[in-house]
């Protein structure tokens, strides 16, 4: 891909973590997480890499005024775990935060993940869906990134009122169940979560990646990694302050797409837990 560097202030000394964020279309999402990602609390020196895999909204404009320490990489448009490969590979940190472009992040999201690593372990950083999430995008349209990030404090507080009610959707329950023991951890690889989930940058090469084969279809590349990290001997850890909110969207498809996915996912590791 192209490397084309957005017009942000860099950091001095080289970064520490790399936030690899795969994005297409979803620019107004796309501005709140970088609103959030923007002015975090403690963080070590940090680096943006945000793919833009053929995005035809107003994206680019979006990168451009983050105010963040910021690269766009144009990507190939073949899907999540290609951009997500992408950015990796133009990534410049020992550390690799894998995000989606549609996360309210936590005040101290990146000092929480960096305080979570651990070179043999990947690490799952707690998610939650939003209730009403189209609603809050039209309210926080056009509105300035500090009173983004007010209100991303009143969410994280508790506060942000009744519409916006934040649950946990199956798979981060199950998740947070094999953690605390109310469930047997049959599936540590469960943690590999690609919209919020981190690890060394050295485990990311040595696995190969994600695998491109999952193209464009929605769901399980990111779970697929998880499964060959941990059969590489890496453990799940989990970091609940890199806290992450998101913004629920419809998807048609999305079960139809992730049932081929899945079909994939079991063919490449016929294992009871994958295919039961």
């Known amino acids: 891909g192209r490397v084309v560097t957005a017009p942000a202030t860099r950091a001095r000394a080289g970064p520490q973590v790399s936030i690899v964020i795969p994005t297409r279309d979803k620019a107004p999402r796309l501005r709140l997480t970088l609103a959030c990602l923007s002015r975090q609390r403690d963080a070590p020196p940090m680096e943006v890499v945000l793919v833009n895999d053929g995005s035809r909204d107003d994206t680019a404009e979006v990168a451009a005024a983050a105010g963040l320490p910021l690269r766009v990489v144009t990507g190939p448009g073949a899907g999540r775990a290609a951009a ?4 990796a590979n133009h990534s410049e940190a020992p550390y690799l935060v894998f995000l989606d472009d549609d996360i309210l ?3 101290r999201f990146v000092a929480a993940h960096a305080a979570a690593a651990h070179p043999r372990r990947f690490v799952h950083g707690r998610l939650r869906e939003l209730a009403f999430a189209d609603r809050l995008v039209g309210e926080l349209d056009g509105v300035p990134a500090p009173q983004v990030r007010a209100f991303r404090d009143r969410l994280f507080a508790g506060r942000a009122g ?3 009610r934040q649950f946990g959707n199956a798979l981060e329950r199950a998740v947070e169940a094999m953690t605390d023991g109310s ?3 049959v599936a540590p690889w469960l943690g590999c979560v690609g919209a919020n989930v981190a690890m060394p940058r050295t485990a990311w090469l040595a696995s190969g990646g994600f695998d491109e084969r999952f193209g464009t279809q929605w769901g399980c590349e990111d779970l ?8 590489a001997g890496l453990g799940r850890g989990r970091a609940p302050d890199a806290s992450g909110v998101h913004l629920t969207h419809r998807r048609p498809d999305r079960w139809e797409q992730h049932e081929d996915n899945l079909e994939l996912f079991s063919r490449l590791h016929p294992l009871p837990a994958v295919t039961q």
């Open 84 to 87: 997500r490969n992408l950015g």
């Open 105 to 107: 992040v936590s005040p």
């Open 162 to 164: 009744p519409p916006y």
């Open 183 to 185: 469930l047997p951890d």
């Open 224 to 231: 697929e990694l998880g499964l060959r990290l941990y059969g």
